[in-house]
């Protein structure tokens, strides 16, 4: 596993098995811009390396300060990107295994028109079996 980038909220990561970036959320923060910065960055590293597969570690992501962020720049980018596949973890906090369905939910239509899926997991293990079998 090699590291491209880390800081104080996530750190991106490309997986042993070729095609694959993770990104580990290790906190959130309320401040609009910070989200929009980081999508911005998540969105960089997906277009640098060309994978196809994404695994996003979400076990300490319990608020987002902007939702439509999401809509208007992370899902048409992984589209873009040809990224269909999306693991997400959630580890077992009940809070957020409930923000991720929410979220998924709310991008449906965006998932949908780009063909992205998101499947949920609570361990990383299971995550990594699934994404690099499909």
Known sequence: MKQLFE??????????IQGILEVDIKR??????????HIAIINQ???????KKLILNLNNFLE?????????????CI?????TQIAV???????????VSELDN???????????YFNIFEQYDQALQWISSE
């Open 106 to 116: 709310y991008l449906k239509h965006e998932k949908e028109q780009y063909g992205v």
């Open 28 to 37: 959130t923060s309320e401040d609009v811009d910070k989200l929009n910065e």
């Open 89 to 99: 973890i959630t580890g077992e906090n009940v809070k957020v295994k409930s923000l």
């Open 7 to 16: 800081n104080e909220y996530m750190k991106i990561l490309t997986s042993p």
């Open 79 to 83: 589209g873009e990107q040809e990224i």
């Open 45 to 51: 590293y997906i277009k640098d390396t060309k994978n």
């Open 64 to 76: 987002i300060s902007k939702e439509s962020i999401l809509k208007e720049k992370f899902i048409p």
